[in-house]
Structure formats: C-alpha cells, structure tokens
C-alpha cells in the first residue's frame, strides 16, 4: 500500500467531472501550471514553443474527454472555493511509454494531467485527485495504469506515492534530467 491517509491542510477540495463550461478556466490552469513547471525546469526561455503546444495538447486532450463522455479520455478537476485548483485524467498510453514500456495497452490507461496550481501545493490536493482517479479506475474494472513524469519536483511527488519507477530513461530532457516512467496495479497503491 503505497497511498497513505490524506491530511489536507484547508478545506476539503471537491471533486468531480469537468464540464464545457469549465474549458477556459482549466486552460488557465494548464497554462498557470505548465509554465511554472517550464519555468522550475530552467526551460523557459529556450521551450516556449514546446510550453505551447503542452498547453494546446491539455486542452485538446479535454475537449476529447468533453467529444467521448470520458470513454477515451476521462478528467476530474478539484475545486477550493468555486474555484478550479487542480485537474487530474486517465488515458490513452502517451508514446514515451508505450516506446519504454512492454505492456498490453489495450488494458492499462496512463494517468495524466495531473496539475495543481502553484498556490495550492502541498495541501494534499495532488494525492486526494490521485486517490479518485484510482477509484474510478477500480470502479471501471481497470487493475493497473502506467504514468510518465518529467518534471523533477514531481518526478518527487510521485516517487512519494508510487515508490521507485518501474523505468528511468537518463538524461533524457538534458544531462542529468531524466524522464521517470511508473507501472502498478491498483491493488499496489490502495
């Protein structure tokens, strides 16, 4: 059991599905989150481009989750006050993976999308979205997911709740930033 009891630090975030209605504040946050993870990574300055495709990619991948009632890809949001702190999703297995990875996608969705903004670090919203898209998971009869991480601050996050990763591609990014890759049952983190 990797998941430990969340201690949230504020009040208790709500979640649930995102609808059409949220699409511009959620590319706010995309574009809030991403651009301070381009910024801690040092790539700011030398990566717009790339910071605006992710953001256009996030959105994109939304609006799927929006065209497919979840059935492709599947989004929860967090909110603090009527206000859209946090997104997290399940999907379609991203490419790095299922290059690094030898698994049977047909059955294992990655977990993506996880975004909180910056202000609301470390109050544990992070972990309570974990917990409910692996809930819906279970829900689902889905038993495992992969999840790719290369950002360092979270590559710590998820090392926190998913232990070691299964798969670690060195210098990936940059001479020592490294892209971590997770592989795990349900029953492993619960």
């Not at 630090?9 to 590319?27: F, V």
């Not at 651009?35 to 996030?58: A, D, P, V, Y």
């Not at 994109?60 to 603090?80: M, P, R, S």
């Not at 009527?82 to 996608?105: D, M, P, S």
């Amino acid at each position: 059991m990797l998941l430990k009891k969340i201690n949230l630090n504020k009040k208790q975030p709500i979640i649930s599905r995102p609808t059409l209605k949220n699409l511009s504040e959620i590319h706010v946050l995309f574009s809030q989150t991403l651009t301070n993870n381009f910024k801690q990574e040092g790539i700011f300055e030398t990566h717009r481009n790339e910071l605006e495709q992710e953001i256009e990619s996030q959105v994109n991948t939304l609006k799927l989750d929006f065209q497919t009632k979840g059935k492709k890809e599947y989004f929860l949001i967090a909110k603090l006050n009527h206000q859209i702190v946090g997104t997290i999703a399940y999907g379609q297995a991203n490419e790095i993976i299922t290059k690094n990875l030898t698994l049977n996608y047909a059955n294992i969705p990655e977990i993506k999308s996880v975004y909180v903004l910056p202000a609301f670090h470390h109050q544990g919203i992070g972990s309570l979205l974990l917990m409910k898209i692996i809930g819906a998971l279970s829900q689902r009869k889905i038993a495992e997911f992969c999840l790719d991480c290369g950002y360092k601050t979270a590559q710590t996050f998820w090392q926190k709740k998913l232990g070691a990763p299964t798969c670690i591609l060195k210098d990936y990014w940059a001479n020592g930033s490294h892209h971590m890759m997770w592989h795990r049952t349900i029953n492993e983190v619960v």
